[in-house]
């Protein structure tokens, strides 16, 4: 059974302070789990505990075990007690939240997506599984976006969160960084060059804006062209703008098309 000690540290953790405080964050539902604890122990995402029900753990058991990750069987009613889901599902984890130091080498030379004040939880999520898709390994997020250890982000990710590094900084000035010099800047806007004839060069570094506010003037001086995703409604009334994580899934299929 959870002890009302722990109990109380699951739902701490629905708040940044305390995910902070104890290094830790929840993962909810069987496939986030399972794609944690086979990245496990060599991956960052490091599961400290299991919370699962008999059934599940009579299927899965043996791969916690052989993972070497404690777990515990708990009943439905306890899962729900601890979940922040409105549909609890019958296995929740404890992980450490990893200390990531960004190699800005690495950054340099590889395909980033910057995001400005992402401030929607899911949307994050949603990203986050989408640059997935596509083998993309880095995103950096202004220091004012969604934390990336919200329940709605983790739950959003289906797993993904272990696997794409996640980095808070200073857009403007990571791209004066001298790793990041010569490197091809792109900016998202509603009015720009077509994606679909632009030739993107190799391992860019693409700008997103905010999900109302669209990108901020001050990263101008650093965007080599702006690009947009035309409409195709012809001239009837449509659709004012696309949802980021798609914006960002046609982005990412563009990038991986010229690469």
């Known amino acids: 059974m959870i002890s009302s000690a722990t109990l109380k540290l699951i739902r701490s953790l629905r708040h940044k302070k305390y995910r902070d405080q104890h290094r830790l964050y929840c993962a909810e539902g069987e496939k986030i789990v399972l794609e944690l604890v086979r990245n496990h122990p060599g991956g960052d995402h490091r599961v400290e505990e299991v919370f699962a029900t008999g059934e599940w753990l009579r299927v899965h058991g043996r791969l916690l075990e052989t993972a070497g990750i404690s777990y515990t069987e708990v009943t439905p009613l306890e899962i729900s007690k601890a979940s922040s889901l409105v549909n609890p599902q019958p296995v929740l984890a404890l992980v450490n939240k990893p200390v990531k130091v960004p190699d800005l080498r690495e950054l340099g030379s590889s395909t980033v997506l910057g995001f400005e004040s992402i401030r929607d939880p ?15 390994v880095h995103i950096v ?14 739950q959003s990710t289906m797993g993904a969160i272990a696997r794409v590094g996640v980095h808070y900084l200073e857009l403007d000035r990571l791209l004066t960084e001298p790793e990041m010099k010569g490197k091809p800047v792109y900016g998202t806007f509603m009015k720009g060059e077509s994606i679909y004839e632009t030739r993107l060069e190799e391992n860019p570094l693409v700008l997103f804006g905010n999900e109302s506010r669209g990108l901020s003037g001050r990263y101008d ?3 080599r062209t702006r690009i947009t995703i035309p409409s195709f409604t012809k001239g009837r009334p449509g659709t004012e703008s696309l949802n980021i994580a798609a914006s960002v899934a046609v982005v990412c299929s563009e990038i991986r098309r010229h690469s």
């Open 221 to 223: 001086p650093h965007i």
């Open 141 to 154: 997020c202004s220091p004012d976006s969604a934390d990336l250890f919200n329940p709605k982000v983790v």
């Open 122 to 136: 899911g949307n994050l999520g949603s990203i986050i599984r989408t640059v997935d898709w596509f083998g993309i």
